[in-house]
């Protein structure tokens, strides 16, 4: 079965019922959608289907999960892949928008007539093209395959503006250069010459303590995880080099700041001890809701791209009003994800696990026991958050803050809190604890922005990765890059924003200095 027409059916599917009135029966339904392979494979319509969503969006899952996250939550690189998809859909778009420019090409204007969703999708479909063999060249096949399974040649390279095939093309050959080298490192030649190693760290970092001894407490430690039967991993800071990406919407993400994580300062006793207790109180108190929550947060997808795709029906959102509502959405979590890079960096701060085992070590302790376990008494030494932890300092909450700036950019966009999520869960659906969790069928629904963006920071606190700080600070300051994402768009969709140069990563020197307590060693 072509896997790029099922989805494109079971999104059809989806998209009727969420326009249904009745919420029961669009549940009831839904359940059965998911749940029942069509019969019927509809073909991609290109008048009237959206190929940014049903063709490129579903087309690149798998491959994203195979070759960067098994499950969608290693943001900097899901987040970078994100923004510059999005960032070639709305660059594709703009010829066809009555005054729209896109960010790294004015590729001048198309007449109304030709404005349609053929054309729209052809051109979005190819700068895609140009940006997924730039991102994942392994997976050319697939990409070539994606295009031929609707009929177009992946083998046109025309740049032809006149032509929606050579709008596509030029403007996702300018994202790809555009973003190049933006700091991230994507060809691996960063301070190298021989060996590219791509996206591999250049700035130095290293970690005080090591996965088998905890020499500062205060300080993140690298976790040794299970990467398959009798294989562990120790973890290394991913892309602390994300904090030196150039970002969209502002110029410096030393104007935001957060305030030193003094709760986890092992010096200071008791609040570190009390910001413990309250992890293994969220660990011992676990519902089945909250773990699915929290699994549902920890994979961007099903929760922040989602939240988007969710509201097209509802919205009665056009094709390039979604690609600049995808785009913007995209932006905010990118530029927030830098700024939040950097206070990781700077803080470099314990997860739970390490002050959790270094407090209660030989004490016992009540919590959740793994999976199917439920929560039981064990040594402290034992203990286990419900999610595994990222592999990133804990302070601030990336997932809280990519979750407020995704709110709040689109509370701008719409003047409203309003949102329709509704996410049927069968029972015995968890990654964590397939079989067993939840005991029921639940629906996950939120219908604010607010209360999505709010649940989605508490959501790591009890799958146990962050302390309540680490939400909180995120939670209070990263709505501003909600409202700077908005605004730069905003700036593209009226035509006064400047074409961009090229990218470029700043400098090590602006890497902040490396925050520590006093006397904080064991």
């Not at 969608?72 to 420019?101: C, K």
């Amino acid at each position: 079965m072509n896997k790029y027409l099922s989805k494109i059916s079971l999104l059809h599917q989806i998209r009727k019922l969420m326009k249904l009135r009745n919420i029961s029966v669009f549940l009831l339904s839904l359940i059965c959608v998911t749940h029942v392979q069509a019969n019927h494979l509809d073909e991609f319509d290109f008048d009237k289907d959206n190929g940014a969503l049903d063709v490129v969006g579903w087309g690149s899952l798998d491959e994203l999960k195979e070759h960067v996250s098994a499950n969608y939550g290693d943001a900097s690189l899901l987040f970078r892949f994100g923004v510059l998809i999005t960032n070639a859909w709305y660059d594709a778009s703009a010829p066809y928008h009555p005054t729209a420019v896109g960010v790294y090409s004015h590729l001048g204007r198309r007449p109304a007539e030709e404005a349609t969703n053929r054309n729209i999708n052809t051109a979005v479909i190819y700068a895609s093209y140009r940006v997924l063999n730039s991102f994942m060249p392994t997976y050319k096949a697939s990409w070539r395959k994606m295009l031929l399974d609707i009929g177009l040649d992946p083998d046109n390279n025309s740049t032809d503006l006149n032509t929606p095939i050579g709008i596509g093309n030029a403007a996702g050959f300018a994202v790809v250069a555009g973003r190049q080298f933006d700091g991230m490192n994507q060809e691996g030649d960063t301070n190298k010459q021989y060996n590219p190693m791509p996206y591999a760290d250049y700035t130095q970092y290293k970690p005080l303590n090591t996965a088998y001894k905890l020499k500062s407490p205060s300080h993140w430690q690298p976790d040794m995880q299970r990467k398959g039967l009798g294989l562990y991993k120790i973890q290394q800071f991913v892309t602390p080099q994300f904090a030196l990406a150039e970002p969209y919407s502002y110029d410096d993400p030393n104007d935001f700041e957060v305030p030193p994580p003094y709760n986890s300062n092992f010096k200071n006793k008791r609040a570190y001890r009390k910001q413990a207790k309250e992890v293994l109180a969220a660990s011992a108190n676990l519902t089945d809701e909250q773990k699915i929550k929290a699994e549902l947060f920890d994979d961007k997808f099903r929760s922040l791209s989602y939240s988007l795709s969710s509201n097209i029906g509802p919205r009665n959102l056009s094709l390039l009003e979604f690609i600049q509502i995808g785009f913007m959405t995209n932006l905010a979590a990118f530029d927030a994800g830098i700024f939040v890079w950097q206070e990781k960096y700077r803080f470099d701060a314990v997860r739970p696990f390490s002050a959790i085992r270094k407090l209660y070590k030989d004490e016992s302790v009540q919590a959740w026991g793994g999976p199917g376990k439920g929560t039981v008494s064990m040594q402290g030494e034992e203990w286990h958050s419900y999610l595994e932890e990222a592999d990133h300092p804990e302070y601030p909450s990336a997932t809280a803050c990519f979750c407020n700036a995704h709110a709040q950019s689109l509370r701008k966009h719409f003047g409203d809190d309003n949102m329709v999520y509704y996410l049927p869960i069968p029972a015995g659906s968890s990654r964590v604890e397939p079989g067993v969790t939840p005991k029921n069928d639940i629906v996950i629904s939120y219908n604010n922005w607010t209360d999505f963006a709010k649940e989605c920071g508490q959501s790591r606190v009890w799958g146990g990765v962050h302390f309540q700080a680490a939400v909180d600070q995120s939670a209070e300051v990263c709505p501003v890059f909600g409202d700077l994402a908005y605004e730069y768009v905003s700036s593209l969709v009226d035509g006064s924003a400047k074409l961009r140069a090229p990218s470029q990563g700043r400098p090590l020197s602006e890497l902040p200095e490396r925050f520590s307590f006093e006397n904080d060693d064991d």
